[in-house]
């Protein structure tokens, strides 16, 4: 990509942006971990917010597009997909082109469920699907303080940053 442009550093830098609504449902998928909730989450896939969000930053470091691209949902093979499966299907498109994931930041939005005591299990997973340390993986939360649809508990929204370096 920029390697023969020695003025450009051999980084790239992506970042992803998801939402899902609650629905029916009795958990969630975050982060390839199943949480007890009062709800479920509407989605085609298992609605992993923070795996898309990832895969949406995984992908848009190297300009790949988007996930709706990679995983339509049009497409009946998604149906119900293990979202842990496109994470590990990113991170192959990006080896291919000889990069990998340095490290992953990424927030979780929602009043509830509390994110904090599934959090370690999250980045074990993210890191086991990235072949990286779970140390490079960080998963935060917050509120948005009762305002807007997370705040009214209508649904789950997360943000991911990934830095790729040469593989
Ligand atoms: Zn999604």
């Known amino acids: 990509m920029n390697s023969s442009n020695p003025a450009i550093p051999d980084i790239r830098i992506g970042q992803g942006f998801d939402v899902h609504a609650f629905g029916e449902g009795d958990h969630l998928v975050i982060g390839g971990v199943r949480v007890p909730h009062e709800r479920g989450i509407v989605a085609h896939s298992d609605g992993d917010v923070v795996l898309h969000a990832l895969c949406d930053a995984m992908l848009g470091a190297l300009a790949l597009g988007d996930i709706g691209q990679h995983f339509p949902p049009s497409d009946p093979q998604w149906k119900g997909a293990d979202s842990r499966a496109f994470v590990r ?10 990069w990998r994931v340095g490290n992953v ?51 789950i929204a997360a943000q991911a940053v990934c830095l790729l370096v040469r593989a």
């Open 89 to 98: 299907h990113c991170n192959q498109l990006l080896a291919e082109q000889g």
């Open 105 to 155: 930041d990424a927030t979780v939005v929602c009043e509830r469920p509390k994110i904090g005591p599934h959090a370690p299990a999250m980045r074990d997973n993210i890191a086991s699907d990235l072949g990286i340390a779970p140390d490079a993986v960080s998963i935060k939360a917050t509120t948005s303080e009762k305002l807007g649809f997370t705040g009214r508990g209508e649904g």
